[in-house]
């Protein structure tokens, strides 16, 4: 369906205004479904995020920062995503030895026990995206994002 159909208007938009509002509706439509994904699990997108990124670390811990640098939503507040990982018992949280200013983040058993249950549903919501889109167009999209947040 075309953004005008859905946004139900009558005056043609600018192609720029068109691309970003593609651009957003897509984003808006993948955020909801993702969200219905991780609802069962009692988990954010945001949460998810963290428990990918600190799994990535194959068993060392990560501290704040790098967890943050590696984060989809630059403007996630870490701090209490952590905390609400750290109460569902799906990441610990220890001081540095090294460096008793920072805080060492690690995900536990459990953590890696729900990431295994809720990649394949991720996976699967993921293709539902990506099942009309050959590799070649899938390329194609990617190297237009990559080119188009070059700002």
């Known amino acids: 369906m075309k953004i005008e159909e859905i946004i139900k208007t009558t005056s043609p938009l600018a192609i720029e205004k068109r691309t970003i509002l593609n651009i ?16 069962s699990y009692d988990l954010s997108p945001e949460q998810f995020n963290v428990l990918r990124i600190l799994k990535g670390q194959h068993g060392k811990p990560a501290n704040m920062c790098v967890i943050q640098e590696r984060m989809i939503a630059k403007t996630s507040n870490t701090t209490r995503l952590v905390d ?5 018992e799906l990441v610990t949280r220890e001081i540095c ?9 690690a995900i536990t058993e459990k953590g890696l026990a729900l990431l295994n249950e809720v990649n394949p549903k991720v996976d699967a919501h993921e293709a539902l995206f990506t099942q009309n889109l050959t590799v070649a167009e ?14």
């Not at 609400?84 to 569902?88: C, E, F, G, S, Y």
């Not at 030895?97 to 983040?105: A, C, S, T, W």
């Open 24 to 39: 957003m509706y897509t984003q808006n439509l993948i955020g909801e479904k993702l969200n219905e994904v991780l609802k």
């Open 97 to 105: 030895p090294d460096n008793r200013r920072k805080m060492e983040i």
């Open 84 to 88: 609400k990982l750290l109460l569902k």
């Open 138 to 151: 899938l390329e194609q999209l990617n190297n237009l994002l990559e080119k188009f947040r070059t700002i």
